[in-house]
């Protein structure tokens, strides 16, 4: 006997689920950098992981991006984590709004004065449009709360 769900209840747990994917694969990366930088060899992380040497190296260059240590009073180490976090409903929209207006932002780079020389350039991760847009994108914010987010951010 199938049970049959609402389809637009399907689509949010999914959206739900796919931050908590992301989430823990966050953290899963965060863990392996961490084990990385406290002796474990790339090849001991591989066989914990069950992967080759070359992937594990791979891992850990990402890691060094996507998954930096969890800032002190926060639940993420990027605005990315934060904002995966409150779709996956570990935390509420209060404190993840909070977190999220006190984050530090990079600054985006300077455009150059010579068109022709922007080609390439690479590209700053920690900046609001890098870190919120993709959030949004990947549908962990709605565009409310981006709005409310950018409102916010605008009156400090």
Do not use: C
Not at 85 to 96: K, L
Not at 99 to 127: C, H, S
């Amino acid at each position: 006997m199938t049970i049959m769900v609402d389809p637009e209840q399907l689509v949010v747990d999914y959206g739900r689920n796919k931050a908590r994917e992301i989430a823990a694969h966050i953290a899963k990366l965060r863990d392996l950098r961490q084990l990385h930088e406290r002796g474990y060899t790339q090849v001991r992380l591989a066989k914990l992981v069950g992967v080759s040497q070359p992937t594990i190296s791979d891992m850990l260059r990402r890691a060094r991006i996507e998954a930096p240590d969890v800032r002190p009073g926060t639940h993420g180490g990027t605005p990315y984590e934060i904002a995966a976090r409150y779709a996956a409903g570990e935390i509420d929209w209060t404190v993840a709004l909070r977190e999220l207006t006190d984050w530090q932002y990079e600054r985006p780079a300077e455009p150059n004065p010579f068109p022709w020389v922007n080609d390439g350039a690479p590209v700053i991760e920690g900046t609001f449009n890098t870190q919120i847009g993709r959030a949004l994108r990947d549908g962990f914010l709605t565009d409310d709360e981006y709005d409310g987010l950018l409102n916010v951010l605008a009156d400090d």
